[in-house]
Each structure stands twice: as C-alpha cells, then as structure tokens.
C-alpha cells in the first residue's frame, strides 16, 4: 500500500510541474558602421515583445551569415554595396570588408563573401529581416536584388531602401521604427510613420529613409513573438 502511495504522490508532483518552456524566437541585430547605438536599442525593444534578441558592432558577415539561419528577426544597419551609379545595391557590408551579398554573376567586392542565394530553404523560419543601408533593396545586375533574393529563400517579410540613406536619418527612423512595431503597429505602418517621425530630424528631410520597401507579409505584427511561417 505504501508503495502505490509514493507512486501516486509522484505522479501528483509530476502533474503540477510546469510544462516547459519553448525557448524564445530569438533576434540579432548588427551595427556595421558609425550607427551606434542603433542594434542595440533595437534588441531592447524586441527584448519587450519577446524575442531572445541580442546586438552587436562590427561582426564578420560569417557570423551573421550563421545566426540568420536560426533568427526570426535579422536587423542591419550599416553600409551597402555600390560599384558606381548604375551598379549598386545587392549586399551589405560588415567588419573586414566582408559581404553578405544576395548572389554574384563574377563580381565579388571585398575579402570574404556570403550569398542568400546558397541558403536553400535555410531561413524560411525568418519573420522579419530589415536592411538598413544604402541601396539594399536596389536590383544590382552583378550581385542581384538582396531583399528580392531573401523572400524567395523564405522570409515573411523583408525591408530595405533603394536610395541613399543619410546615417542621422536612418538611426531616427531605426529607433522610432522598432518602438512602433513594440506598440502594436504594424510593419508597414511603423515603416511608414517612422519615415514621417524623422522628417524634421537634423539634417531636415527624408534623406533617403522614404526610399523604403517592403516585400512579404508586411501588414502583419510583431506580437506575440514568434517565427516565420512563410
């Protein structure tokens, strides 16, 4: 009798335990060039919606190249590719003149490059990646179009900007950007209200962050955290 008691008592202790928990969706956010503090109030605000998010200065793209394949937010903000004016736009620039770049024709800038083409289905789990350089959304005929490249490996949704983005422009509109989505607004929205949040920013303009586009499932939110589903 004893015996079965104990039993019970540890199939009663087993039942109360709480049921695991999933880890969290996680983020990863790179600042490639005198954007400071940018990555990082970005992982605060994904931090407040859920996410495992991190932020780091000045990584390899082999780094980034990697974590990309298990995120469910990427964010960059840095430089992006440009050969001269009618070749420009593909690729994003980080730490040792290495690239993440969307694909090559033969063209390959820098030391060590990357490419979305090579990743398969790899980042279909991506809800959303954000590229906050100059050109990143631009179709270059070398490297190819890196916003385009990253929906068709599985993104549900992709953000960057065809023209030049002004550095003092692009940090305001990262910071009231991800703030937005953090109360509830939409992608699209917050894009868009975050380009007018930044007009009377020093300099005063646009300065290259109403170039934005946005590709995928961008009327959705960021709440609750979660992956892809693309």
Request: with cysteine.
């Amino acid at each position: 009798m004893k015996r079965w008691l104990c039993m019970l008592a540890a199939l009663f202790l087993l039942a109360a335990l709480p049921a695991a928990v999933s880890a969290a969706p996680p983020a990863h956010n790179y600042d490639c060039s005198d954007t400071t503090p940018t990555a990082y109030d970005a992982q605060v605000d994904q931090a407040a919606m859920g996410y495992s998010s991190s932020s780091s200065m000045n990584a390899h793209a082999s780094t980034a190249y990697s974590t990309f394949r298990s995120d469910a937010i990427f964010f960059f903000n840095g430089h992006g590719l440009y050969y001269d004016d009618s070749h420009k736009g593909g690729g994003i620039k980080f730490s040792s003149e290495s690239w993440i770049l969307a694909d090559t024709d033969g063209h390959y800038p820098g030391n060590d490059q990357y490419y979305i083409a090579d990743y398969g289905t790899d980042i279909r789990d991506v809800l959303l990646a954000v590229y906050l350089a100059c050109y990143s959304s631009h179709d270059n005929q070398y490297n190819g179009d890196l916003l385009q490249q990253t929906m068709n490996k599985g993104a549900d949704i992709c953000l960057g900007f065809d023209g030049e983005v002004e550095v003092e422009n692009g940090k305001c509109w990262s910071g009231n950007f991800w703030d937005r989505v953090r109360n509830g607004e939409t992608v699209a929205s917050a894009a868009s209200n975050a380009k007018d949040d930044c007009y009377w920013h020093w300099p005063i303009g646009y300065w290259g962050v109403d170039t934005y586009e946005i590709s995928g499932s961008y009327n959705s939110y960021l709440t609750p955290a979660r992956y892809g589903i693309y």
